[in-house]
T-cell receptor, first 113, second 113 residues
Protein backbone atom coordinates (compact mmCIF):
# COMPACT_ATOMS: atom_id res chain seq x y z
CA UNK A 1 0.00 0.00 0.00
CA UNK A 2 0.89 3.65 -0.14
CA UNK A 3 3.33 4.94 2.46
CA UNK A 4 2.88 8.45 3.79
CA UNK A 5 5.66 10.14 5.75
CA UNK A 6 5.34 13.46 7.50
CA UNK A 7 8.07 15.68 8.85
CA UNK A 8 8.98 16.95 11.29
CA UNK A 9 7.26 14.72 13.85
CA UNK A 10 7.28 17.53 16.42
CA UNK A 11 7.52 21.27 16.08
CA UNK A 12 7.61 23.93 18.80
CA UNK A 13 7.15 27.58 17.86
CA UNK A 14 6.75 30.95 19.45
CA UNK A 15 3.61 32.82 18.53
CA UNK A 16 4.14 34.78 15.33
CA UNK A 17 6.64 32.38 13.77
CA UNK A 18 6.22 30.71 10.39
CA UNK A 19 6.52 27.00 9.69
CA UNK A 20 6.50 24.44 6.90
CA UNK A 21 5.22 20.90 7.29
CA UNK A 22 6.05 18.27 4.73
CA UNK A 23 4.25 15.17 3.47
CA UNK A 24 5.93 12.62 1.21
CA UNK A 25 4.04 9.76 -0.38
CA UNK A 26 5.34 6.65 -2.06
CA UNK A 27 3.07 6.35 -5.10
CA UNK A 28 0.93 8.46 -7.38
CA UNK A 29 -2.27 9.64 -5.73
CA UNK A 30 -5.42 11.30 -6.93
CA UNK A 31 -6.59 12.84 -3.70
CA UNK A 32 -4.64 14.54 -0.93
CA UNK A 33 -5.99 16.30 2.13
CA UNK A 34 -4.48 18.15 5.08
CA UNK A 35 -6.26 17.95 8.43
CA UNK A 36 -5.79 19.65 11.77
CA UNK A 37 -6.68 17.64 14.85
CA UNK A 38 -7.49 20.04 17.64
CA UNK A 39 -6.94 19.36 21.35
CA UNK A 40 -10.52 18.03 21.59
CA UNK A 41 -9.74 15.37 19.02
CA UNK A 42 -11.76 16.76 16.14
CA UNK A 43 -10.36 16.39 12.62
CA UNK A 44 -10.75 19.64 10.77
CA UNK A 45 -10.31 19.59 7.00
CA UNK A 46 -7.82 22.29 5.98
CA UNK A 47 -7.22 21.64 2.32
CA UNK A 48 -8.20 19.29 -0.43
CA UNK A 49 -5.17 19.62 -2.67
CA UNK A 50 -4.19 16.77 -5.02
CA UNK A 51 -2.08 19.23 -7.00
CA UNK A 52 -1.27 22.91 -7.17
CA UNK A 53 -1.40 25.61 -4.51
CA UNK A 54 -4.21 26.88 -2.32
CA UNK A 55 -4.40 29.53 0.37
CA UNK A 56 -6.82 30.06 3.21
CA UNK A 57 -5.92 32.96 5.45
CA UNK A 58 -2.62 32.29 7.21
CA UNK A 59 -2.47 28.76 5.85
CA UNK A 60 -1.43 27.66 2.42
CA UNK A 61 -0.57 24.34 0.82
CA UNK A 62 1.27 23.17 -2.23
CA UNK A 63 1.26 19.69 -3.75
CA UNK A 64 3.75 18.64 -6.40
CA UNK A 65 2.16 15.39 -7.50
CA UNK A 66 4.90 14.46 -9.97
CA UNK A 67 7.48 14.59 -7.17
CA UNK A 68 5.14 13.00 -4.61
CA UNK A 69 5.16 15.59 -1.89
CA UNK A 70 2.98 18.25 -0.35
CA UNK A 71 3.81 21.19 1.90
CA UNK A 72 1.64 22.99 4.42
CA UNK A 73 2.69 26.53 5.34
CA UNK A 74 1.55 28.22 8.51
CA UNK A 75 2.38 31.90 8.77
CA UNK A 76 2.20 34.12 11.86
CA UNK A 77 1.33 31.14 14.01
CA UNK A 78 -1.11 31.48 16.91
CA UNK A 79 -1.63 29.35 20.01
CA UNK A 80 -4.87 28.09 18.49
CA UNK A 81 -2.81 26.50 15.70
CA UNK A 82 -1.52 23.94 18.20
CA UNK A 83 -2.51 20.35 17.62
CA UNK A 84 -1.64 17.57 15.22
CA UNK A 85 -1.49 18.08 11.47
CA UNK A 86 -2.20 15.09 9.26
CA UNK A 87 -1.66 14.51 5.60
CA UNK A 88 -3.88 11.84 4.02
CA UNK A 89 -3.85 10.45 0.49
CA UNK A 90 -6.10 8.31 -1.66
CA UNK A 91 -5.56 6.46 -4.89
CA UNK A 92 -8.30 6.11 -7.44
CA UNK A 93 -8.55 4.11 -10.66
CA UNK A 94 -10.41 5.45 -13.64
CA UNK A 95 -11.98 8.11 -11.45
CA UNK A 96 -13.34 5.53 -9.02
CA UNK A 97 -12.27 5.65 -5.41
CA UNK A 98 -10.95 2.68 -3.51
CA UNK A 99 -12.73 4.18 -0.53
CA UNK A 100 -9.71 4.59 1.69
CA UNK A 101 -7.57 7.44 2.94
CA UNK A 102 -4.06 6.55 4.08
CA UNK A 103 -2.83 8.85 6.80
CA UNK A 104 0.65 9.92 7.77
CA UNK A 105 1.71 9.78 11.40
CA UNK A 106 1.20 13.49 11.83
CA UNK A 107 3.20 16.52 12.96
CA UNK A 108 2.57 17.67 16.53
CA UNK A 109 2.67 21.46 16.58
CA UNK A 110 2.91 23.41 19.80
CA UNK A 111 2.71 27.20 19.66
CA UNK A 112 3.76 29.05 22.80
CA UNK A 113 2.48 32.55 23.60
CA UNK B 1 -24.89 22.85 7.10
CA UNK B 2 -23.12 19.99 5.34
CA UNK B 3 -21.81 17.64 7.98
CA UNK B 4 -21.14 14.15 9.26
CA UNK B 5 -22.78 13.55 12.63
CA UNK B 6 -21.57 10.89 15.01
CA UNK B 7 -23.18 9.88 18.27
CA UNK B 8 -22.32 9.57 21.04
CA UNK B 9 -19.22 11.77 21.42
CA UNK B 10 -18.10 9.92 24.52
CA UNK B 11 -18.99 6.44 25.72
CA UNK B 12 -17.78 4.28 28.58
CA UNK B 13 -19.02 0.71 28.53
CA UNK B 14 -18.23 -2.68 29.96
CA UNK B 15 -16.71 -5.67 28.24
CA UNK B 16 -19.23 -7.70 26.28
CA UNK B 17 -22.10 -5.20 26.25
CA UNK B 18 -23.21 -4.63 22.67
CA UNK B 19 -23.11 -1.04 21.46
CA UNK B 20 -23.74 0.95 18.31
CA UNK B 21 -22.09 4.18 17.25
CA UNK B 22 -24.23 6.04 14.78
CA UNK B 23 -23.03 8.04 11.79
CA UNK B 24 -25.18 10.16 9.52
CA UNK B 25 -24.32 12.50 6.64
CA UNK B 26 -26.55 15.07 4.92
CA UNK B 27 -24.51 15.51 1.72
CA UNK B 28 -25.93 12.61 -0.29
CA UNK B 29 -22.45 11.08 -0.37
CA UNK B 30 -21.89 7.64 -1.87
CA UNK B 31 -18.84 6.72 0.17
CA UNK B 32 -18.77 6.27 3.92
CA UNK B 33 -16.13 4.74 6.16
CA UNK B 34 -15.04 4.19 9.74
CA UNK B 35 -11.56 4.76 11.17
CA UNK B 36 -10.05 4.23 14.56
CA UNK B 37 -7.18 6.29 15.96
CA UNK B 38 -4.73 4.87 18.47
CA UNK B 39 -1.53 6.35 19.89
CA UNK B 40 1.47 5.24 17.88
CA UNK B 41 -0.69 3.53 15.26
CA UNK B 42 -2.34 6.54 13.65
CA UNK B 43 -5.69 6.34 11.88
CA UNK B 44 -6.65 2.98 10.42
CA UNK B 45 -9.69 2.10 8.39
CA UNK B 46 -12.16 -0.39 9.89
CA UNK B 47 -14.89 -0.71 7.22
CA UNK B 48 -16.06 1.23 4.23
CA UNK B 49 -19.11 1.39 2.03
CA UNK B 50 -19.31 2.58 -1.57
CA UNK B 51 -23.09 2.53 -1.76
CA UNK B 52 -26.23 1.24 -0.11
CA UNK B 53 -25.93 -2.45 0.78
CA UNK B 54 -22.26 -2.45 -0.35
CA UNK B 55 -19.70 -2.73 2.44
CA UNK B 56 -16.17 -4.05 2.65
CA UNK B 57 -13.44 -4.60 5.21
CA UNK B 58 -10.71 -2.11 5.82
CA UNK B 59 -7.43 -2.77 7.58
CA UNK B 60 -8.75 -3.64 11.06
CA UNK B 61 -12.30 -5.07 10.76
CA UNK B 62 -12.08 -7.74 13.50
CA UNK B 63 -14.65 -7.23 16.25
CA UNK B 64 -16.77 -4.78 14.26
CA UNK B 65 -19.86 -4.91 12.08
CA UNK B 66 -21.42 -2.30 9.84
CA UNK B 67 -24.54 -1.92 7.74
CA UNK B 68 -25.61 0.48 5.02
CA UNK B 69 -29.36 0.17 4.66
CA UNK B 70 -29.82 3.77 3.59
CA UNK B 71 -27.49 6.21 1.97
CA UNK B 72 -27.19 8.69 4.80
CA UNK B 73 -26.49 6.28 7.68
CA UNK B 74 -23.54 3.99 8.40
CA UNK B 75 -23.63 2.64 11.97
CA UNK B 76 -20.67 0.87 13.57
CA UNK B 77 -21.63 -2.08 15.74
CA UNK B 78 -19.50 -3.68 18.43
CA UNK B 79 -21.32 -6.89 19.33
CA UNK B 80 -19.03 -7.85 22.21
CA UNK B 81 -16.67 -4.96 22.98
CA UNK B 82 -13.29 -5.68 24.52
CA UNK B 83 -10.77 -3.35 26.17
CA UNK B 84 -8.55 -3.40 23.04
CA UNK B 85 -11.35 -1.59 21.23
CA UNK B 86 -10.88 1.43 23.47
CA UNK B 87 -10.09 4.09 20.90
CA UNK B 88 -11.12 7.29 19.16
CA UNK B 89 -13.45 6.50 16.27
CA UNK B 90 -14.18 8.63 13.21
CA UNK B 91 -16.80 8.33 10.53
CA UNK B 92 -16.12 9.92 7.14
CA UNK B 93 -18.00 10.43 3.91
CA UNK B 94 -17.22 11.49 0.35
CA UNK B 95 -18.85 11.77 -3.05
CA UNK B 96 -16.15 9.35 -4.09
CA UNK B 97 -13.52 9.32 -6.77
CA UNK B 98 -10.85 11.70 -7.88
CA UNK B 99 -11.76 15.29 -7.26
CA UNK B 100 -13.63 14.80 -4.02
CA UNK B 101 -12.29 14.92 -0.50
CA UNK B 102 -13.56 13.34 2.68
CA UNK B 103 -15.56 15.01 5.43
CA UNK B 104 -15.05 13.64 8.94
CA UNK B 105 -17.35 13.51 11.92
CA UNK B 106 -16.33 14.94 15.29
CA UNK B 107 -15.23 11.59 16.64
CA UNK B 108 -16.44 9.16 19.31
CA UNK B 109 -14.17 8.45 22.25
CA UNK B 110 -14.93 4.92 23.40
CA UNK B 111 -13.64 3.35 26.59
CA UNK B 112 -14.27 -0.34 27.27
CA UNK B 113 -13.60 -1.44 30.85
Amino acid sequence: GIQVEQSPPDLILQEGANSTLRCNFSDSVNNLQWFHQNPWGQLINLFYIPSGTKQNGRLSATTVATERYSLLYISSSQTTDSGVYFCAVERTAGGTSYGKLTFGQGTILTVHP
Amino acid sequence: EAQVTQNPRYLITVTGKKLTVTCSQNMNHEYMSWYRQDPGLGLRQIYYSMNVEVTDKGDVPEGYKVSRKEKRNFPLILESPSPNQTSLYFCASSRGGAGYGYTFGSGTRLTVV
